[in-house]
């Protein structure tokens, strides 16, 4: 049987300019999109598919072309990297009909149906696991896509070649237990980087409805972030071995700021801490540390002794994002634990942004 023929005449398409082979590429499998003048134009990725699956034969230059020699003329002559092909054929594989719609790098439209009569349901970018995910982007993003009512899809080519996907989504997380003061102030003494409440009959009501701390054989302890919050609140009062001198001695009671100074010399990132877990308390989540999940803080939308933990939380940058390996690190801990998946930043209007990251597989 004669293939399909298809020229490259530029860096952006591959033109099918026999109208019955065109119409029979558009018209049955969704691949490319017809010219006025007739003809078909498919994009190069396109092209490489239907080449790789013997369905096509391509000429550059009046010279006709393998699979190697054109996907080595796509990458060298366009801006299109090898992992964006990968993308593709795993989304095509998969049954879906796949269109290019900027801002994004793929729409997709279920297998079998028209692209006449329905609409895409998902939007999708791809990037490398090089790449960094960074959230500004990522939410720009994902709130294009919400406004247009469509999913929004990430994938991820790893060096092997495989593809990870994942759905990031725009998230408003809410608890139901708002913080009280109790009405009357506790005294804890800051031990290095610990936090000791010896009368722990004080703190027994903040710990019976919000679980502040940990309760130990006599001693109740806080973590810094939590003693911090107290702090600010005026509901702690806080003694230590003066952290402005060199003395020794416990002296008297110390400022927020005094707290905030000593503690980042134990915990780097303290205040970048501190700053998520206020956010989390004016949103009526119990809050405790994430560390066994490798996330910034594990929080509860109600008791958590008569519920699980809902949510883990980490920060990130606006400015470096993180990893991708690390996102997905973070992404997977969470699936295996039952827990969602949040990552934090701090927006261009300096309000907290919520982004929820999970992994699919997305079928047709």
Same mark, same amino acid.
């Given at each position: 049987?004669?293939?399909?023929?298809?020229?490259?005449?530029?860096?952006?398409?591959?033109?099918?300019?026999?109208?019955?082979?065109?119409?029979?590429?558009?018209?049955?499998?969704?691949?490319?999109?017809?010219?006025?003048?007739?003809?078909?134009?498919?994009?190069?990725?396109?092209?490489?598919?239907?080449?790789?699956?013997?369905?096509?034969?391509?000429?550059?230059?009046?010279?006709?072309?393998?699979?190697?020699?054109?996907?080595?003329?796509?990458?060298?002559?366009?801006?299109?990297?090898?992992?964006?092909?990968?993308?593709?054929?795993? *989304? &095509?594989?998969?049954?879906?009909? !796949?269109?290019?719609?900027? %801002?994004?790098?793929?729409?997709?439209?279920? @297998? $079998? =149906?028209?692209?006449?009569?329905?609409?895409?349901?998902?939007?999708?970018?791809?990037?490398?696991?090089?790449?960094?995910?960074?959230?500004?982007?990522?939410?720009?993003?994902?709130?294009?896509?919400?406004?247009?009512?469509?999913?929004?899809?990430?994938?991820?080519?790893?060096?092997?070649?495989?593809?990870?996907?994942?759905?990031?989504?725009?998230?408003?997380?809410?608890?139901?237990?708002?913080?009280?003061?109790?009405?009357?102030?506790?005294?804890?003494?800051?031990?290095?980087?610990?936090?000791?409440?010896?009368?722990?009959?004080?703190?027994?009501?903040?710990?019976?409805?919000?679980?502040?701390?940990?309760?130990?054989?006599?001693?109740?302890?806080?973590?810094?972030?939590?003693?911090?919050?107290? *702090? &600010?609140?005026?509901?702690?009062? !806080?003694?230590?071995?003066? %952290?402005?001198?060199?003395?020794?001695?416990? @002296? $008297? =009671?110390?400022?927020?700021?005094?707290?905030?100074?000593?503690?980042?010399?134990?915990?780097?990132?303290?205040?970048?801490?501190?700053?998520?877990?206020?956010?989390?308390?004016?949103?009526?989540?119990?809050?405790?540390?994430?560390?066994?999940?490798?996330?910034?803080?594990?929080?509860?939308?109600?008791?958590?002794?008569?519920?699980?933990?809902?949510?883990?939380?980490?920060?990130?940058?606006?400015?470096?994002?993180?990893?991708?390996?690390?996102?997905?690190?973070?992404?997977?801990?969470?699936?295996?634990?039952?827990?969602?998946?949040?990552?934090?930043?701090?927006?261009?209007?300096?309000?907290?942004?919520?982004?929820?990251?999970?992994?699919?597989?997305?079928?047709?």
């Amino acid at each position: 049987m004669t293939l399909p023929v298809a020229r490259i005449f530029d860096e952006h398409k591959a033109v099918v300019i026999d109208k019955e082979d065109g119409n029979r590429l558009y018209g049955k499998h969704c691949f490319g999109q017809p010219l006025s003048g007739g003809g078909t134009a498919l994009t190069l990725i396109e092209a490489a598919y239907l080449v790789e699956r013997n369905k096509l034969s391509v000429i550059i230059r009046d010279r006709p072309v393998d699979f190697s020699q054109l996907i080595d003329f796509i990458v060298s002559q366009t801006d299109t990297d090898f992992h964006r092909y990968v993308a593709y054929r795993d *989304l &095509k594989n998969r049954g879906f009909i !796949v269109k290019f719609t900027s %801002p994004f790098d793929f729409s997709l439209y279920p @297998g $079998g =149906s028209s692209i006449r009569r329905n609409t895409s349901r998902k939007y999708v970018d791809v990037f490398s696991e090089r790449h960094r995910f960074m959230p500004d982007a990522m939410y720009g993003k994902t709130l294009k896509s919400r406004e247009l009512r469509k999913i929004y899809l990430v994938q991820i080519v790893d060096e092997e070649g495989d593809v990870t996907y994942y759905e990031i989504s725009i998230t408003d997380p809410r608890g139901k237990i708002p913080h009280i003061s109790p009405g009357t102030k506790v005294k804890g003494i800051l031990l290095e980087g610990s936090l000791i409440v010896f009368d722990k009959e004080k703190l027994r009501d903040l710990f019976e409805r919000e679980f502040f701390g940990q309760v130990r054989e006599s001693t109740h302890q806080l973590s810094l972030v939590e003693a911090a919050f107290l *702090l &600010k609140k005026n509901i702690l009062e !806080v003694s230590a071995k003066d %952290p402005l001198n060199k003395n020794g001695e416990l @002296g $008297g =009671s110390i400022s927020f700021e005094q707290f905030m100074e000593h503690g980042e010399k134990y915990e780097s990132d303290l205040s970048e801490r501190y700053l998520l877990y206020e956010e989390l308390k004016r949103r009526d989540l119990i809050v405790k540390t994430g560390f066994k999940y490798g996330a910034y803080f594990r929080a509860y939308r109600d008791d958590p002794e008569e519920n699980h933990a809902e949510y883990l939380f980490h920060l990130l940058s606006s400015k470096t994002g993180k990893n991708w390996p690390d996102i997905s690190r973070s992404v997977r801990v969470a699936h295996g634990v039952r827990k969602k998946m949040i990552f934090v930043f701090p927006g261009i209007d300096e309000k907290m942004k919520y982004l929820m990251v999970q992994r699919v597989k997305p079928s047709c």
